[in-house]
């Protein structure tokens, strides 16, 4: 059986591999265009050995200048590039002197170049370091602000998962407090079975809540059963005033959300429909598959808008306001989110979703 190809590690990833490998297929094409024009020129074979020399001279003098340009690229900008160029300006000095030298001594034995004559080829020199400069400077440089967009994008991530981690941890203390007071009250009026039904239901909904990650994804199905489990709970205090339906489409069940998004809707519900009824209130919680979006519905037979105390879409542990920012920070623009009054009074809100079925982190 083959072995699963490994994905290529990017050319940079190794910065001193990187280097030497550049550094010695530049030299190399150097040589080998400066011997190809010698021979061109019919300047014979004895034009290699000089050419050698010289590229053996620039090859060694732009490892002493990367050693240099390493520090400097540390320090302030005008020193930077004062020193730069004056290192420049002696490394090609050095260069011309030491290629004038071979190409007389190897090629033409009877001349002896002296003062200037050793400046002969300066410029050709000038113009190769300052290219192998300016490409090490640029690649050098990017790499820099590669690696420091690729920690702003960590540390964006970061702030991206805090910031889902504290909104997805705003559980209502009210619950927690009014449930185990209910447990409480079970226990004293000796009332065990629906003490420990109520313990269990509460176990597994904490379970839930504190295993999944805050910036992890849950399948629709999943979110349902853990509603189902807190409904429990809730009916254990409101009995027959809290009564909730489910009508969730099974092409929908896949779709993933963010863990406990559906949650404070229904905790708002409770809040603002069952509570300050003696009738109570009928929830209702549906989804549809409309198209590649996903339709999710959480409404309720309570008072609506139009009552003397309209709904405070923020009071509640993890308000209105906190499913937006977490719909925002999970799906960007593709999301939609409205609430508003029920068809047939009550309150409603709608959300929609794109249909994705594969398992994601959100950053």
């Known amino acids: 059986m083959a072995r699963p190809s490994?994905?290529?590690?990017?050319?940079f990833d190794d910065k001193n591999r990187?280097?030497?490998?550049?550094?010695?297929?530049?030299?190399?094409?150097?040589?080998?265009?400066?011997?190809?024009?010698?021979v061109a020129n019919n300047m014979g074979l004895l034009f290699i050995v000089p050419t050698a020399l010289a590229t053996a001279t620039g090859y060694s003098l732009t490892l002493l200048m990367g050693a240099m340009f390493r520090r400097l690229m540390t320090t302030k900008p005008f020193w930077t590039w004062t020193v730069s160029i004056a290192l420049l300006l002696v490394a090609s000095a050095a260069f011309s002197t030491i290629e004038v030298w071979a190409h007389a001594t190897f090629y033409r034995p009877g001349t002896r170049p002296e003062g200037a004559q050793f400046?002969?080829?300066?410029?050709?020199d000038f113009a190769v370091l300052a290219a192998w400069s300016a490409l090490y400077y640029a690649i050098n440089f990017f790499l820099k602000l590669?690696?420091?967009?690729?920690?702003?994008?960590?540390?964006?991530?970061?702030a991206s998962a805090a910031q889902l981690a504290m909104l997805r941890y705003q559980l209502n203390p009210h619950f927690l407090f009014n449930t185990l007071n209910s447990i409480s009250t079970l226990v004293l009026l000796k009332?065990?079975?629906?003490?420990n039904f109520m313990l269990s239901r509460l176990s597994g909904f904490l379970r839930y809540t504190l295993i999944n990650e805050p910036t992890a994804q849950v399948t629709l199905e999943q979110e349902v059963e853990t509603l189902k489990l807190y409904l429990e709970i809730e009916k254990m205090r409101f009995e027959d005033r809290l009564r909730a339906h489910f009508d969730i489409e099974p092409a929908t069940a896949g779709v993933r959300l963010p863990?406990?998004?559906?949650?404070?809707?229904?905790?708002?519900a409770i809040k603002y429909a069952v509570t300050p009824q003696e009738q109570g209130a009928d929830i209702a919680v549906t989804a549809r598959l409309i198209g590649d979006r996903v339709q999710i519905g959480?409404?309720?037979?309570?008072p609506g808008l139009n009552e003397v105390q309209p709904r405070d879409t923020s009071s509640t542990g993890v308000g209105l306001a906190n499913i937006r920012d977490r719909?925002?920070?999970a799906y960007g623009t593709r999301q939609s989110f409205e609430a508003q009054p029920g068809v047939t009074g009550g309150f409603a809100v709608t959300i929609e979703v794109p249909f994705e079925t594969e398992p994601k982190e959100l950053a």
Request: avoid cysteine; charge should be negative; charged fraction near 15%.
């Open 298 to 302: 959480v409404t309720d037979t309570g």
């Open 146 to 158: 590669e690696q420091q967009t690729d920690q702003l994008q960590r540390l964006e991530g970061q």
């Open 18 to 38: 990187a280097f030497w490998l550049l550094q010695s297929a530049g030299w190399m094409g150097y040589f080998l265009l400066r011997s190809l024009g010698g």
């Open 119 to 124: 400046l002969g080829a300066i410029l050709l």
């Open 6 to 11: 490994r994905p290529p590690r990017p050319f």
């Open 327 to 329: 719909l925002v920070q």
């Open 259 to 268: 863990s406990l998004l559906l949650q404070p809707l229904v905790e708002n």
């Open 191 to 195: 009332q065990t079975e629906r003490a």
